[in-house]
């Protein structure tokens, strides 16, 4: 069975910055589109962040356009996002999902990221 596990969550300052990573373990596995989303408290999971594997493409939601950068080492099978000037309006459990071929989409267990003075 495959998982896949975020670190690089914490607490920091507005304006501050981190770095989310989130890696395969377990099986050996073939995965396509990885991303990021993020879930505050009483609200909906929303997308963060998307990267394809084949040709690269890249979406972010508009309010993290400019701040925030995926990444991705296909060898590995892990994803990143560089969280540049957090705002508190980012402060959430952020997830990473993996499509998995021949398996379907797995989700991580999230990490905390919490933008506050």
């Known amino acids: 069975q495959v998982q896949f596990v975020e670190s690089g969550g914490g607490l920091v300052q507005p304006g501050g910055s981190l770095r989310l990573s989130c890696a395969a373990s377990g099986f050996t596995v073939r995965v396509d589109t990885m991303g990021w989303y993020r879930q505050a408290p009483g609200k909906e999971r929303e997308s963060v962040a998307t990267?394809?594997?084949?040709?690269?493409?890249?979406t972010y939601r508009d309010s993290v356009k400019g701040r925030f950068t995926i990444s991705r080492d296909n060898a590995k099978n892990t994803v990143y996002l560089q969280m540049n000037s957090l705002k508190p309006e980012d402060t959430a459990m952020y997830y990473c999902r993996a499509f998995v071929i021949n398996m379907g989409y797995v989700w991580g267990q999230g990490t905390q990221v919490t933008v506050s003075s």
């Open positions: 990267m394809d594997s084949d040709d690269g493409t890249i």
